[in-house]
C-alpha cells in the first residue's frame, strides 16, 4: 500500500507522455501538417502564431529568402496578402526520433493572376515538428521550388 502513492504519479505521468507524443505520429502529424498548409493560405495567424516555435525558419528555394515567425505572421497577416487559391501536398512521408519528427513531401501552390488565370508551382518541403510541453510545434521549414506552370521542371 506504501507504494500506491509513489507508483499513481509515476502511472499518470506516463499515460501524460503517451498522449501527447501521438501528435509525433504519422497520421496526427500529417493531419497538422495540413491545418499549417490551409493556415498559410487562409492567412490564419492564430493558428500559425500558435503552432510555430518562437525559434521557427523558413528557408526558400535556393535561400533566395529567409522568414522568421514574425516575418511569416507579418507577410501572412498583411491586408495585401495574395491568399493562394490552393496548396495541395503529396507523396508526404514522416520520419519520428523521440520528441521530433520531420514530414517531406511536395506542396503545390496555386495563385490567381491579375486575368483571372491560375499559376502553380510545386515545392519540395521539409519540416521539423518538436513535442514540446504536450504539444508539437513546428520548428523549422525548408522548401524547393522543383516546378512551375510558367517554366516547367526546374
Not at 487562409?42 to 523558413?58: C, E, H, P, R, V
Not at 504539444?135 to 512551375?148: D, E, F, I, N
Request: charged content about 20%; proline content about 3%; some cysteine.
Amino acid at each position: 500500500m506504501r507504494q500506491f502513492p509513489l507508483l499513481l504519479p509515476a502511472l499518470l505521468l506516463l499515460l501524460n507522455t503517451v498522449a501527447h507524443a501521438s501528435c509525433l505520429e504519422e497520421k496526427p502529424l500529417k493531419q497538422l501538417d495540413t491545418r499549417y498548409e490551409q493556415a498559410l493560405r487562409n492567412g490564419d495567424t492564430a493558428f500559425l502564431s500558435q503552432l510555430l516555435k518562437d525559434q521557427f525558419i523558413w528557408v526558400h528555394s535556393l535561400a533566395s529568402q529567409t522568414e522568421s515567425k514574425s516575418d511569416l505572421l507579418t507577410r501572412v497577416g498583411d491586408k495585401n496578402y495574395q491568399q493562394p487559391v490552393a496548396r495541395t501536398s503529396k507523396e508526404v512521408s514522416v520520419l519520428n526520433a523521440g520528441n521530433t519528427a520531420v514530414i517531406t513531401g511536395y506542396t503545390t501552390v496555386e495563385q490567381r493572376n491579375d486575368d483571372n488565370s491560375t499559376r502553380a508551382a510545386r515545392y519540395h518541403f521539409m519540416r521539423t515538428y518538436i513535442l514540446e510541453n504536450g504539444q508539437c510545434r513546428l520548428l523549422a521549414s525548408k522548401t524547393g521550388k522543383v516546378w512551375s506552370s510558367e517554366t516547367g521542371p526546374l
